[in-house]
């Protein structure tokens, strides 16, 4: 059985989000009664233009921001977003890896445990654990500036990961990479994710990047966004890098820019939502 087929036939939800509504003071709204859902073990981006609030989207569903109107509900429970961030059921890897540069690597990724309560020699022992697989084996005594970029974005998703949140939040982590570094990225985030299975919520401005990590690619087009569009991506996984050359991910891609083009295209002209979808 596919992980595609994993997630449907454990329909459980991760993340729900009903009715959701919010504006910074004193601006238009970005969200207007946003619904949608992830469900549990679910690997979806979120592919939108910049400004359109992902970063905004993104701490609202870890807490930071609350709501104006509408729930947001977290795990088979349905916890309640303030709650469920209490219990440190949401990680969050922000854009910038944020990283403390006065801490050790072995530090920087053992905060995700130790604010969970795990005394610090324990934290270290799991991050030393850990760290081959990250690819980042005998990194343990090094500072954040003796790193390469995408050495600390994994640094920085090692912390995320050990925070022991169900439900990852990615806000763009390899943008600030180049081409080589990101693509081998990929593969490390596809492998890594294979091993662990969170339900994970990805957000980048890459088409390729989100069809080849992705069971399901959300597009926004416009603010207030009120929906989704959406395509499914039944590609078989195990995933790598090298499947951007497939003809069924090629046809994908064609069918992913089509649906933001006619997002865009509504947009410009002011189309209804309904009325705007490709058929
Ligand atoms: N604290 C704030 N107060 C007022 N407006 C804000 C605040 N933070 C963000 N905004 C505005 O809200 C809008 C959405 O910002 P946000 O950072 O969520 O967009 P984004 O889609 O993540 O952008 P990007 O892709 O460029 O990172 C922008 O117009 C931004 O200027």
Do not use: C
């Not at 072995?106 to 654990?129: H, M, T, W, Y």
């Not at 596809?190 to 969170?198: C, P, V």
């Amino acid at each position: 059985m596919n992980v595609n087929q994993q997630a449907l036939s454990r329909p459980s939800m991760a993340l729900s989000v009903s009715g959701l509504a919010f504006g910074f003071p004193g601006e238009r709204l970005l969200f207007d009664n946003l619904s949608f859902e992830l469900r549990d073990g679910e690997f979806v981006s979120l592919l939108a233009a910049s400004g359109l609030g992902k970063t905004t989207l993104f701490r609202l569903l870890s807490g930071l921001l609350p709501a104006e109107r509408g729930t947001i509900r977290i795990g088979t429970d349905g916890m309640d977003i303030a709650h469920a961030a209490r219990d440190g059921r949401i990680g969050y890897m922000p854009q910038r890896d944020g990283l403390m540069p006065w801490r050790t690597v072995l530090d920087n990724a053992a905060i995700g445990l130790e604010l969970r309560g795990a005394p610090r020699k324990a934290a270290r022992s799991k991050v030393l654990e850990l760290l081959p697989s990250m690819g980042l084996a005998g990194t343990e005594r090094k500072y954040p500036h003796e790193l390469s970029g995408g050495m600390r974005q994994r640094v920085s998703f090692l912390r995320s990961l050990l925070g022991g949140g169900e439900l990852l939040l990615l806000d763009e982590p390899f943008g600030a990479l180049d081409a080589m570094t990101r693509a081998s990225m990929q593969d490390w985030l596809l492998h890594a994710w294979e091993q662990h299975r969170k339900t994970v919520l990805f957000v980048t401005h890459d088409v390729d990047e989100a069809l080849l990590l992705s069971d399901r690619v959300l597009v926004a087009s416009r603010t207030p966004v009120a929906s989704f569009r959406e395509l499914a991506v039944a590609l078989p996984r195990p995933r790598r890098h090298s499947l951007v050359m497939d003809p069924a991910f090629i046809e994908l891609k064609r069918q992913l820019l089509r649906l933001y083009e006619h997002a865009e295209q509504a947009e410009r002209n002011d189309v209804p939502e309904s009325e705007a979808h490709p058929r």
